[in-house]
């Protein structure tokens, strides 16, 4: 069998609170989907905010719904860009990360923590978990193809009735192993 998944590259964004959301644009203000996602219910929103290092700022798209936690998620050379350590983690595990300054147009938030660098996953629905042999937490080996073809190690496998079946690595992955959006690779358990 071919266990091939299909790759979902994420530039830096950001993950808002419902608290955050209403100080940065105003209260009970409603983000606009501009582009539904590969994940169920997930979405690239229209509003984008200023998020501000100690070197620079760079301007980031807000990914919807609303979370419970803020959360920025950056490739290491955004972080250098930006001046801020760049930490890996799994998303939602924000403790003891780093923090800056995200400004909108209505008010700014200064975060003591919630930037990342997300570490590289893949997504599984319990049928495909079942069909590739893997279970939640398990990691694997991603192998990629063409002319800068590389081997992923330490890859999670999440596996919930809520996700649809897709790798997420960042840009630098992507382009360390120039692949793009959309593109197949194998999985090896
Ligand atoms: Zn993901």
């Known amino acids: 069998m071919d266990l ?9 964004h950001v993950h808002i609170s419902r608290e955050d959301l209403d100080i940065l644009f105003g209260e009970g203000y409603e983000l606009t989907n501009m582009k539904d996602l590969s994940q169920p219910g997930q979405y690239a929103a229209e509003e984008r905010v200023e998020v501000v290092g100690n070197r620079s700022s760079m ?8 979370r419970k936690n803020t959360q920025v998620e950056i490739s290491i050379s955004d972080s250098f860009s930006l001046g801020v ?5 799994e998303s939602g595990n924000i403790e003891g990360t780093p923090g800056l300054t995200i400004k909108g147009p209505k008010g700014q938030v200064e975060l003591d923590k919630g ?5 590289r996953h ?9 069909k590739f042999g893997v279970t939640n937490g398990q990691k694997v080996q991603v192998k990629t ?8 190690d330490e890859v999670i496998c999440r596996v919930d009735p809520s996700f649809a079946l897709d790798m997420h690595i960042d840009m630098d992955e992507a382009n360390a192993a120039g692949i793009k959006n959309g593109d197949q690779v194998r999985v090896i358990v």
């Open 59 to 66: 301007v980031m798209r807000i990914l919807g719904p609303v």
């Open 115 to 119: 930037v990342i660098v997300a570490a």
């Open 145 to 152: 193809e063409g002319p800068r073809s590389i081997t992923f």
């Open 4 to 12: 091939k998944v299909p790759v979902g590259v994420s530039n830096k």
């Open 122 to 130: 893949i997504h599984f629905d319990p049928d495909d978990a079942k």
């Open 85 to 89: 350590e760049g930490i890996l983690r």
